[in-house]
């Protein structure tokens, strides 16, 4: 993907704050954090999103996740901490390359995330019969 930023970080064209490399993923720290040492994890192997993404990336990638917010709290000083990851266009995502986000949390941040409100009646059953059918 000559296009793509993440590839071009991931190939060194882009320098970054790397954390972490192995043969199949990168980790480094997001250039605007939300929090200071907020990373990015990132396969090496090109997908836009969770989608289109290799079941077998996808597994490794849980044991990844895992070991570097181990080291992101432990190195920070914190055992909490947002993962989050962003696919599509209105979810947010900017870079259509797969990538997670681990934000360390502190106290007194500041940080609010994902603001609920409750479902209508009798739409939670309609919505919920929606994802059971699509399965
Ligand atoms: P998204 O919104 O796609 O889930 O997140 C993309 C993230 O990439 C953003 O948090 C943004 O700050 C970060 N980012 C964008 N460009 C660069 C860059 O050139 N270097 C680094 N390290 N992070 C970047
Ligand atoms: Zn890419």
């Known amino acids: 993907?000559?296009?793509c930023l993440f590839c071009k970080i991931i190939k060194g064209e882009i320098p970054?704050?790397?954390?972490?490399?192995?043969?199949?993923f990168i980790a480094f720290l997001?250039?605007?954090p939300v929090t200071p040492g907020h990373t990015l994890v990132v396969p090496k192997q090109h997908?836009?999103?969770?989608?289109?993404?290799?079941?077998e990336i996808l597994e490794k990638m849980a044991k990844v996740l895992k070991k570097i917010s181990h080291a992101v709290c432990q190195g920070l000083e914190?055992?909490?901490f947002n993962l989050h990851q962003n696919s599509g266009k209105l979810s947010g995502q900017v870079v259509p390359h797969l990538h997670w986000h681990i934000v360390p949390r502190y106290e007194d941040d500041g940080l609010k995330i994902w603001p609920g409100k409750p479902y209508l009646e009798?739409?939670?059953?309609?919505v919920a019969e929606k994802i059971r059918e699509a399965l």
């Open 16 to 24: 970054s704050e790397k954390v972490y490399e192995d043969d199949d």
């Open 122 to 126: 009798g739409e939670e059953k309609i």
């Open 78 to 80: 914190t055992q909490s």
């Open 1 to 3: 993907m000559d296009n």
């Open 30 to 32: 997001d250039i605007n």
């Open 47 to 55: 997908s836009d999103n969770v989608l289109d993404t290799d079941d």
